[in-house]
């Protein structure tokens, strides 16, 4: 049994959140995007950004003290022109590396693409920031 399994959280820690429009959706502009963040089950980010040309692959990086931290994370990403949110939880993330589809790490750059049909998560391998 891993750590997490055995306290019940997720046991990542965030190096930052990248969000990037494909330029499949130049024809949207701007895109509104919306984006929420929770940690251990309170919310530690709540901010609104504008993707002026997303023809560019134009996009934005948050990258924040509270991320430093290993713990059980919620992120919600919305748009101007999807009506359904995309939401990511470390135990989206636990769940992948337990059936073997994603190498576990405990730190992980969290990647939301913008299309014109979707908003995809997609965490990437890491190194932690108390890593060498």
């Not at 750590?3 to 502009?29: K, Q, T």
């Not at 950004?49 to 059980?72: K, L, N, Y």
């Amino acid at each position: 049994m891993s750590p997490s399994e055995e306290d019940g959280n997720s046991d990542i820690e965030l190096n930052n959140i990248h969000i990037y429009a494909h330029p499949s959706v130049e024809g949207y502009e701007p895109i509104d995007v919306g984006v929420t963040a929770e940690r251990d089950g309170s919310e530690v980010y709540d901010e609104n950004h504008t993707i002026s040309d997303p023809s560019t692959m134009e996009g934005f990086e948050i990258s924040e003290q509270w991320m430093e931290s290993r713990a059980e994370y919620s992120v919600t990403v919305t748009t101007s022109i999807h009506d359904e949110p995309e939401v990511f939880t470390s135990k989206e993330y636990e769940d992948r590396v337990s059936n073997g589809s994603q190498e576990e790490q405990h730190c992980i750059d969290l990647k939301f693409r913008i299309t014109p049909s979707t908003i995809r998560a997609a965490p990437i391998s890491g190194f932690c920031s108390t890593d060498s």
